[in-house]
């Protein structure tokens, strides 16, 4: 019983974690990486009929989903992050996240994509994320937007729609997690 009490204790937002400010320069100095649930795209899943390449088959941001890609954008304009490696899952409304914030080029990275429909591949699918980005040389700001279900595999935490994590490089399972940050 006390190890669940204990448990529920260091899940509660913000317990455990670093000081936003250190997490933020962790982010700046390339110690740690940006990873985001794509902003507000109302339902849940993907429509009968989804097709990878077709946005008119896919669950799309709303226009406050937008509006959230952009303040994330202006956010890390504010903490000197002005073009971090974007890499997103190649759905629409990860991709339009992204590309919402107006900060560079977005890099697809299928290790990103949903993991909802073929939960069975989850853990496959994340050893593949944790070997691309720490394979990656350390250096800019890296972001990364993906989708709840990838994010909770990842971290066990379910993120809202549009909430970010700040996690320590090299990753690992679960992920350090230096911060929660809710979507601006």
């Known amino acids: 019983m006390l190890g669940w009490v204990l448990l529920a204790w260091l899940s509660l937002p913000g317990f455990g974690y670093a ?15 940006l ?3 794509h902003a507000s795209a109302p339902g849940i899943g993907d429509p009968p009929g ?10 799309n941001l709303s226009e406050q989903g937008r509006e959230e890609s952009r303040r994330w954008g202006e956010l890390l304009r504010r903490q000197g992050i002005e073009r971090p490696r974007l890499f997103s899952s190649r759905w629409c409304r990860a991709r339009d996240t992204a590309k919402e914030m107006g900060l560079g080029a977005v890099a697809p990275l299928p290790a990103l994509d949903s993991v909802f429909a073929s939960r069975a591949r989850a853990w496959q699918q994340t ?8 394979g990656l040389l350390q250096g800019a700001p890296m972001v990364l937007v993906s989708h709840q279900v990838n994010i909770s595999v990842l971290t066990g935490i379910h993120p809202a729609s549009g909430e970010g994590l700040i996690l320590a490089l ?7 997690v230096l911060a929660r940050i809710p979507a601006p």
Do not use: H, I, K, M
């Open 19 to 33: 000081s936003d400010s250190l997490a933020w320069d962790a982010l700046r100095e390339g110690r740690a990486l």
């Open 127 to 134: 050893e593949e994320l944790l070997a691309q980005v720490n």
């Open 35 to 37: 990873l985001l649930r």
């Open 50 to 59: 989804f097709q990878l390449g077709d946005c008119t088959t896919q669950r």
């Open 170 to 176: 090299p990753l690992g399972v679960p992920a350090q």
